[in-house]
Each structure stands twice: as structure tokens, then as C-alpha cells.
């Protein structure tokens, strides 16, 4: 039953077509062996279509009108998972419970292991952060964007898997961890390649020049401030704070100075993130 007081006049966003939904379910947690970010796009896109469908009256109307934006999701420090809070928000801003009993559960189900630290590529773009508490942070997740996901035909981004890690040592960073090379070693390249994933997490918010710029400043500054920890990890202070705590590790353990290392980073991320958008411009561009 429909929870609002007046039926809302207009569509938030169209409702996803059947064929669109099947090839989400079939990629999504359905397929064992599907690749995590692909999996956690097809949940984004179902998500969309699960909440448009417990709020209109028809589901069979492509043009029953609904008014939901974004959905409430909480991101457990514990676990890395991330699964719905059972709460919605309307154009205006307004925070609703969804209207169903079971609603809350059905997308628990829906999301299962699919959307965490492990997807965050995937899923963090779709999400502003509203704040923190001491079990998670708390996002809005912007289903609007989350239905237009072409998940039929979505290319493969292959440093998908780098800007994933890159955002996990951010994160790891604004809650106070101490850094340590992902690959356990006191090799240059381990260092780098960790500025590398922080790079490929900054992609597309912020330019490499500008983070690696910012981090080299930050460590010539006697006593930087950390971001608090509910910042978002694609904050330009909170990826520069990053960078700048795995150059000065790794300057104090292989005695290469931080900006060789920063330069070995940029030119490497250049190379990676080029051949990124040749992937997608070929899968734009072919006839």
C-alpha cells in the first residue's frame, strides 16, 4: 500500500525494461563466476528496479508514476557489506520508510554479497555520503543514475579491480590504519602500485597531477590533518592524505625519494588508464 498522502504526478526515472532486468539477474549474485564489478552494477540496476516496483500501484504500467530518487544504504565498518537501511527519499528530500513489510528484506536478498569493498568501483559513483555512525557509514544512493546503468552491454573496465583497492586504502587511511604495501614488500613497485590504485580511484573526480601535487605538499607539512573519518574517499584531501602516507613509507623503507616514486606512479597510471578508455571508446565506436 502506497504510503504517501497525494499520488505522485511524474516518474523519478523510467521503469527498466524486462529484457534489461533478465540480463541483470543473470550477472548479477546468480552467476558464480561473474566478475565482481559487474555483478554489483547489474545489483545497482536491480535495485532501481525493485523500489520503482514497491511503489507504483501497476508494476505492469511503464508509465505509473512514483516519486523516489534515492535509497538509503549503510555501509558496515565491520564487514565492508553494504545493504539497504529500508528507507527512501523523494525529490523534495523527504526520508520515507519503503511501504512493504518485507520490502527491507527483499532487497537485503537482492543485494546479498554483491555490493562492499570488494564492488566499491561499481557502486560508490552512485552514492553521496550523509553521514557515519559507529557500526556504518551512511549513504544516499542515487537511483535515478542506478536505472540508466547499461548493464546489457556495459564494456569491461580493466582497472576497475585497482581503483577498487585504491578506494579501500583510502578508506583504510581515514580510519586511522597503518599502511602496509598490498603485496608485502619493501620493492619500489609495491609502493607505487598502491599510488597507482589511488590514482585509479581519483579517475574521473580529480586529475593525477593535482592528488600526486597535493600529497608531495602535504609531506613537506610538519603535521598534516588527517580528514575525519566519515569524509568521502574520493574527497581530493582524503586521496592526496593516502598517497602522501604510502610515499613517505615507502621512502623510509626502499630510500627512493617520494617524488621518484610519485613520478613512477603517474607515468604508470597514465598507461593503465589509457588503455581503459581505448577499451571503452572501441566499445562505443565500433560499427
Known sequence: MQQQNTRPATLSYPAPDDEAVDTARRISSDTPD????????????????????????????????????????AHAHATGLVEPTGHYFTADGTRLPLPGERDRDRLINLV??????????????????????????????????AAALRVTDAPRDPAAASATTGLDTVTRYLHGHTYTPRTKTAAQEAFTADVVAVLHAADGWHHAPR???????????????????DTH???????????????????????????????????????????????????????
Open 34 to 73: 561473474a566478475d565482481p564489478t559487474d555483478a554489483a552494477r547489474a545489483t545497482c540496476f536491480l535495485l532501481a528496479a525493485a523500489v520503482r516496483d514497491f511503489l507504483v500501484e501497476d508494476i505492469y504500467d511503464p508509465a505509473a508514476p512514483f516519486d523516489a530518487v534515492e535509497l538509503e544504504l
Open 112 to 145: 546479498l554479497w554483491d555490493l562492499g569493498d570488494h564492488s566499491r568501483a561499481a557502486w560508490s559513483p552512485l552514492c553521496t555520503l550523509q553521514g557515519t555512525t559507529t557500526e556504518a557509514a551512511i549513504y544516499r544512493f542515487d537511483l535515478t543514475q
Open 211 to 229: 592528488v600526486l601535487e597535493r600529497a608531495l605538499t602535504l609531506l613537506v607539512t610538519s603535521t598534516p590533518t588527517r580528514p575525519a573519518p
Open 233 to 287: 574517499p574520493r574527497d581530493l584531501e582524503a586521496l592526496a592524505g593516502a598517497v602522501a602516507h604510502i610515499l613517505r613509507t615507502g621512502e623510509t623503507l626502499t630510500g627512493t625519494t617520494a617524488y621518484t616514486l610519485a613520478d613512477t606512479a603517474e607515468t604508470a597510471f597514465q598507461e593503465e588508464a589509457d588503455e581503459a578508455r581505448f577499451a571503452h571508446i572501441r566499445h562505443t565506436r565500433q560499427a
